[in-house]
């Protein structure tokens, strides 16, 4: 499985961004699609989740009420829909998918297998 991650780029707070994760090598309906990001100098931290055949969607603390994930199974591509940046959201922000996740492994990094190249969001104040 390959993922590519797209969309990222320098946005003012307030501003909204949307990531794509484009997937080959499988269809993003039989994956389970994580969203991570990393700061400078912080561990990768878990944002969004969606499992595959549609058996739910998690978010952090952090970004719940702001971000939405969705997967377009046409375009094989899983979004995250960024709203109300702020400059905490700066990170570069990886795509990872896993086949068969259960609930509790959504937000562990460790149980993916597959990861795309990362795209950079920063958001200015």
């Known amino acids: 499985v390959q993922l590519q991650a797209s969309g990222g780029g320098l946005v003012q707070a307030g501003d909204s961004l949307r990531l794509s994760c484009a997937a080959s090598g499988a269809t993003v309906r039989d994956v389970s699609v994580g969203w991570f990001r990393q700061a400078l100098g912080k561990e990768r931290e878990f944002v969004a989740g969606i499992r595959r055949y549609g058996l739910g969607i998690y978010y952090s603390d952090s970004v719940k009420g702001r971000f939405t994930i969705s997967r377009d199974n046409a375009a094989n591509t899983v979004y995250l829909q960024m709203s109300s940046l702020n400059p905490d959201d700066t990170a570069v922000y990886y795509c990872?998918?896993?086949?068969?996740?259960?609930?509790?492994?959504?937000?562990?990094?460790?149980?993916?297998?597959?990861w795309g190249q990362g795209t950079l969001v920063t958001v200015s104040s």
């Open positions: 990872a998918a896993a086949f068969g996740l259960i609930a509790s492994s959504v937000t562990n990094k460790d149980q993916y297998d597959y």
